[in-house]
């Protein structure tokens, strides 16, 4: 178990005994990164705003049945990625598409110049992260989603799987086909 990983244990042993103020150091530790992901799903800072501030009152309500048979961050993800899901659902104009393939593991990143020296350069990186940031956007939610948890929430292949209660190849191929399907919208759009 990592130094995190016990932090959070003892984190929510002393919740759990009655000090209800501890959980403010799992609020700061998560608080960024929910945020985003959120921010990411739903495009409205308000909206952002309340929905992290729910997860937290959810995940705080249920403290009591984590089982810690995994990490508390991957159980906590779990909640967060499943409130966005339900969110979604409740106010979604599209269709969701599901993937069931098992092939595909090869992966490959996607590269942005990061060359800040003058602010002509800077802003044409500003623009560029926006674009991409659009396109995510524009993906279908399981290839949005997953991107998301990986690429920009920086979880295993293995903690998205048990985030997303699906197996490890259909990660693998979610997270090809989704890196595809963007590489190919931002050839299109002429960035990469």
């Known amino acids: 178990m990592s130094n995190s990983d016990s932090e959070d244990i003892q984190v929510i042993d002393k919740v759990l005994a009655g000090d209800i103020e501890a959980f403010s150091v799992i609020i700061d530790k998560y608080r960024d990164k929910t945020f985003n992901y959120v921010y990411s799903q739903v495009k409205d800072y308000d909206e952002t705003l309340d929905i992290t501030q729910e997860i937290f009152i ?3 309500e249920a403290l009591a049945s984590f089982r810690r048979e995994s990490k508390f961050s991957t159980w906590f993800y779990s909640i ?3 409130y966005c899901k339900n969110y979604r659902k409740k106010n979604s104009r599209y269709n969701v598409i599901s993937i069931n393939s098992s092939r595909g593991d090869d992966e490959y990143d996607l590269q942005l110049p990061d060359e800040r020296e003058n602010p002509e350069e800077e802003v044409i990186m500003n623009e560029s992260l926006r674009i ?3 396109e995510i956007g524009m993906l279908p939610d399981d290839y949005r ?3 998301l948890l990986r690429d920009i929430q920086g979880l295993s292949y293995n903690e998205i799987a048990e985030i997303l209660d699906i197996s490890l190849s259909n990660v693998k191929v979610r997270i090809h086909r989704g890196r595809e399907f963007l590489k190919n919208r931002l050839t299109a759009r002429g960035l990469i």
């Open 58 to 60: 959810m995940t705080m």
């Open 80 to 82: 967060m990625v499943n």
């Open 132 to 134: 991409v940031k659009e």
């Open 145 to 147: 989603e997953i991107l």
